[in-house]
């Protein structure tokens, strides 16, 4: 096996929030030929120095071609991409014969014994069950936790925070952390990952790979938008909610297509103490050479993106 990085990279969704801090990355890494498959009525923007492809996505042999002589498949989805559309292009890329792919489950560890109590856990295991059923690829999943920036910038339903208002509602006593990423740490994650020996990356085949930047509570949010905004506790209106409570209600909205009451249920449950992985240990910050980061920093720049008036389900 090669003792040099993985040459040829391709990435699924490089236009996008997350898809792009992964290309934006491994640009600057320098150290692969990277590809962006997109469709072809596609208006984002692919980094200069990455080659574009545009694909049918609807379309097998498209997909085949465009990945024929990849090593490495990072996919990142929309959340509005149809249902099917993951273990469409994971059956390609094993066909194709791409030995490695990042499947679209950035979040927080899940097992199958676990994957029943949570919102998005059953999803996690498909998706993962999508590289394996290629009977070829081997998955590399990355761990990274909620993205801090589009979390607190998102709205209540999310984190709990209505910045323009200063309003947040706190779950239980706002003091359970879950470990969080900023994008830029999942990029430098997946550039450092890919910067490895290949002989080395063979060692996270079918394995998680856990970053994170940030392991804190809402307290601790609140805490920090205060040294931003210069605000206090008394500039804020606060109010709780408890978790088990609020989780019923996020989870009966979404039976109604409310895509609001599945972020509900979906967050709220992370912050339940009852979470088994969600103040999981990014273990592999180290491995990976990842850099301490600066709360304030990134509360800042979610601030400046709700400021903007930013609203990516309009993107």
């Known amino acids: 096996m090669s003792t040099k990085p993985l040459q040829k990279v391709a990435i699924i969704g490089a236009t996008g929030r997350i898809g792009g801090a992964f290309a934006k990355a491994l640009l600057q890494a320098g150290k692969h030929d990277i590809t962006a498959l997109t469709r072809p009525d596609s208006k984002g923007k692919v980094p200069e120095g990455i080659k574009t492809v545009k694909v049918n996505y609807d379309d097998e042999a498209s997909l085949i071609s465009a990945l024929e002589g990849q090593q490495f498949l990072i996919i990142s989805l929309s959340i509005s991409a149809a249902s099917d559309l993951h273990t469409r292009i994971a059956t390609a890329a094993g066909k194709a014969g791409v030995p490695y792919i990042m499947p679209n489950v950035y979040g927080y560890p899940e097992s199958p014994e676990?994957?029943?109590?949570?919102?998005?856990?059953?999803?996690?295991i498909d998706r993962i069950a999508d590289v394996h059923n290629t009977h070829f690829s081997s998955p590399v999943v990355l761990a990274c936790g909620f993205w801090y920036e589009w979390s607190l910038a998102l709205g209540e339903p999310w984190f709990g925070f209505t910045i323009q208002d200063r309003k947040v509602t706190l779950?239980?006593?706002?003091?359970?952390?879950?470990?969080?990423?900023?994008?830029?740490?999942?990029?430098?994650a997946v550039a450092a990952l890919l910067g490895l020996p290949e002989s080395s990356l063979a060692g996270y085949k079918d394995k998680t790979v856990r970053i994170g930047s940030f392991t804190v509570s809402q307290r601790d949010m609140l805490d920090s938008l205060h040294r931003v905004l210069g605000t206090t506790d008394e500039d804020w209106e606060i109010t709780h909610e408890g978790s088990?409570?609020?989780?019923?209600?996020?989870?009966?909205?979404?039976?109604?297509?409310?895509?609001?009451?599945?972020?509900?249920?979906?967050?709220c449950q992370v912050f339940d103490p009852s979470n088994e992985t969600s103040a999981y240990v990014p273990v592999d910050n180290e491995v990976l050479g990842l850099p301490k980061e600066d709360l304030d920093e990134a509360t800042k720049r979610a601030v400046e993106l709700v400021e903007s008036g930013w609203n990516p389900f309009a993107e």
């Open 114 to 124: 676990q994957a029943g109590k949570s919102v998005y856990g059953r999803l996690v």
């Open 171 to 188: 779950f239980d006593d706002g003091t359970r952390p879950i470990t969080v990423s900023t994008w830029d740490q999942c990029g430098r």
């Open 244 to 267: 088990v409570k609020r989780v019923e209600e996020g989870l009966a909205a979404m039976q109604q297509g409310d895509r609001r009451g599945f972020a509900k249920a979906l967050y």
